[in-house]
């Protein structure tokens, strides 16, 4: 079936020499690879860039108070921020200095599961 859609895209596309023997343009042979690549750019790096920009932006707006997860799943608040790596509470006299870039994501604040979970309910239809 693929080839198949090859074929009558290449037979639209004028791929097939003409009767009087010229050779179609050389252009034209190279539009599916083009196709393809903007297609790969549209699905995979532009969405992969917009999710790169937003870690950025969510790191670099690190404050003291926020509440973070780690990549590694720690839980943690912020105590201190430098150029490169920020101060962690993980315990009570327990702080770690882990990178930026090992922040996955913040947890926006006044927000536990028991909280979460009472909101829901407060919306649920009767």
Same mark, same amino acid.
């Given at each position: +079936? #693929? ?6 895209? +290449?037979?639209? !596309?004028?791929? *097939?020499?003409?009767?009087?023997? $010229?050779?179609? *343009?050389?252009? /034209? ?8 690549? /903007?297609?790969? #750019?549209? +699905? ?11 870690? $950025?932006? +969510? &790191? =670099?707006?690190?404050? @003291? ?5 780690? &990549?590694?799943? !720690? ?7 430098? $150029? @490169? =790596?920020?101060? &962690? ?6 702080? /770690? $200095?882990?990178?930026?870039?090992? &922040?996955?994501? /913040? ?6 599961? %028991?909280?979460?979970? %009472? %909101? ?7």
């Amino acid at each position: +079936m #693929y080839l198949s859609f090859l074929n009558s895209m +290449m037979l639209w !596309m004028g791929g *097939n020499p003409a009767p009087g023997g $010229e050779a179609p *343009n050389p252009l /034209v042979q190279f539009i599916p690879f083009i196709l393809i690549i /903007v297609i790969i #750019y549209f +699905m995979m790096i532009r969405p992969q860039k917009k999710r790169q920009q937003q870690h $950025e932006k +969510m &790191v =670099s707006g690190l404050v @003291k108070g926020d509440k973070i997860v780690t &990549v590694g799943g !720690m839980h943690g608040t912020v105590q201190s921020t430098k $150029e @490169k =790596s920020v101060i &962690v509470k993980i315990a009570d006299n327990v702080k /770690v $200095e882990i990178e930026r870039s090992a &922040v996955s994501s /913040v947890i926006p604040s006044g927000r536990t599961d %028991e909280t979460a979970g %009472e %909101e829901a309910k407060a919306i649920e239809p009767k």
